[in-house]
């Protein structure tokens, strides 16, 4: 019973395509999050929503939408995909507060544009 | 700016010695650590934490170590098996109700039989 899923796994598109990867968590917490790992491997934090509100949005182009339809689901858009958009996005839950308790990762996209 | 740094890209221990982990942060708001664990192709998965107000946390075979006035904190795995061959990332978090983890480059840890 996997606790916190995304897909899909692997995306390979072109540049300039608009693609979008999916996220749901059944641990019942309130703010999720998403992750861009690049290839120099650096794991940054790109949004963070709690109960549907965004909370965290770290410098990301307008490219990138996220939404949240509701507390158990953050989907991620990209408009315009371009080269550097290349990575493996991760995408997290927790309970409010990470301070005090950890993040749950899914799995990680892994895109791929050319 | 890298506020988390992990300077040993890579560690080799042999199975059964102790392995460690270390851990730099210059952000001096951090006030929550987090080690990570992570597999090929898998997220990361938590494995250990440390407030601030602690200098130290144990859970079985791992400990983490906190020095505050260095701003430095280290893993410790013994005995290193096999199974702990895996990259390991720090995080840091300022306070309750700060969602933001910032995480270190990682440290690829490989155990030799």
């Known amino acids: 019973d996997t606790a916190v899923s995304q897909t899909p796994k692997y995306l390979v598109t072109q540049m300039g395509n608009d693609k979008s990867i999916k996220c749901e968590q059944n641990?019942?917490?309130?703010?999720m999050y998403w992750y861009k790992q690049d290839s120099k491997k650096f794991l940054k934090i790109m949004f963070s929503y709690n109960n549907k509100e965004l909370i965290i949005n770290e410098t990301v182009p307008n490219r990138f939408s996220p939404k949240s339809p509701d507390k158990a689901h953050l989907n991620l858009h990209i408009n315009s995909l371009e080269l550097g958009d290349s990575a493996v996005y991760f995408c997290?839950?927790?309970?409010?507060?990470?301070?005090?308790?950890?993040?749950?990762f899914g799995q990680g996209t892994r895109l791929t544009v050319v | 700016d890298q506020q988390v740094k992990q300077n040993s890209p890579s560690l080799s221990v042999q199975e059964g010695r102790i392995s460690i982990l270390n851990c730099d942060y210059t952000n001096s708001m951090f006030d929550y650590f987090l080690w990570y664990k992570k597999y090929p192709a898998e997220g990361p998965t938590f494995l250990i934490s440390?407030?601030?107000?602690?200098d130290k946390n144990e859970d079985g075979r791992f400990t983490v170590f906190l020095n505050k006035s260095a701003k430095h904190l280290s893993l410790h795995i013994v005995p290193s098996q096999p199974g702990d061959s895996a990259v390991y990332f720090c995080a840091a978090s300022r306070g309750f109700g700060n969602e933001k983890l910032t995480f270190g480059t990682g440290t690829r840890l490989t155990i030799i039989p």
């Open positions: 641990l019942g917490h309130d703010t």
């Open positions: 997290a839950s927790s309970i409010r507060g990470v301070g005090n308790t950890e993040a749950f």
């Open positions: 440390i407030s601030s107000i602690k």
